[in-house]
């Protein structure tokens, strides 16, 4: 097979395109992303965020991605506290986990120690008791530590 393919209708080529994959080329499921609330709480836009919700609603703020992360996780995970309570006042279960890893916001929070997000969590009802998959790491006594 070539790797370029053409319809040919009446010896007048109407259509080609390359068997050739773009490396350039986003899937769908990227795409999508790039317009979710999840892709602005990592790139800290704010008001990207709040209108989202305010097209989709409040119960947008607890979707859950296909990695399994709410916008929390993200927004916590990078310290865009702002982002945080937009997302809290709108009903961000702080307590939301990760299927695999059983990861928390106060989880992502604390562990790139971004001391202001953990005690806006732990101040919305975080639970710093709740453990992930990576039983090496006490995120208890690491909270307390940047408390």
Do not use: W
Request: charged share 20%; proline share 3%.
């Amino acid at each position: 097979m070539s790797a370029h393919n053409a319809h040919n209708h009446d010896g007048e080529s109407c259509c080609s395109h390359s068997s050739t994959p773009n490396p350039y080329a986003q899937t769908l499921d990227e795409l999508d992303f790039e317009k979710s609330i999840h892709y602005a709480c990592l790139n800290n836009d704010i008001n990207r965020v709040k209108t989202i919700i305010s097209k989709k609603g409040g119960s947008v703020v607890n979707e859950i991605d296909s990695t399994g992360y709410a916008s929390l996780h993200y927004a916590a995970r990078k310290g865009y506290l702002d982002i945080c309570r937009v997302l809290i006042d709108y009903g961000a279960d702080v307590n939301a986990i990760t299927p695999e890893l059983l990861s928390t916001p106060l989880h992502r929070a604390s562990t790139y120690n971004h001391s202001k997000v953990v005690s806006l969590l732990l101040s919305s009802g975080a639970k710093p008791e709740l453990q992930d998959s990576d039983e090496i790491f006490n995120h208890k006594s690491k909270i307390g530590e940047i408390q």
